[in-house]
């Protein structure tokens, strides 16, 4: 079992820059990947960014390539979504998810999840 805990979220303006954080209990990662998801009201989940431990092999969805970065610190068994020129649209709570073998590219590829964690970009 692996307890998933984000952190981070919070209100900024439009242009500003956040840093999600996730840590992961319960078992090392070194085979897994980690994936953010967010989830807007009335919208369906859709993944953001994801990582695999082993290669730092690393996805973007279109939405955010070159304004987030996911990396890992493997000895604190954490990942980051680092977030600049936040829009509006970016507006969702944000998943940690960790898959434990691959990346993976929906939800259901996904076995532990967080909590979630608010981010509100305000105009």
């Known amino acids: 079992q692996v307890l998933v805990v984000e952190s981070g979220g919070g209100l900024v303006q439009a242009g500003g820059s956040l840093r999600l954080s996730c840590a992961a209990f319960g078992r090392t990662l070194s085979s897994a990947a980690t994936g953010w998801f967010r989830q807007a009201p009335a919208k369906e989940r859709e993944i953001v960014a994801a990582i695999k431990w082993s290669a730092g092999s690393t996805y973007y969805a279109d939405s955010v390539k070159g304004r987030f970065t996911i990396s890992r610190d493997n000895a604190k068994n954490t990942v980051y979504l680092q977030m600049n020129s936040l829009k509006p649209e970016d507006t969702a709570v944000y998943y940690c998810?960790?898959?434990?073998?691959?990346?993976?590219?929906?939800?259901?590829?996904?076995?532990?999840w967080g909590q979630g964690t608010q981010v509100t970009v305000s105009s």
């Open positions: 998810a960790v898959r434990n073998y691959g990346l993976g590219y929906s939800s259901s590829d996904y076995n532990y």
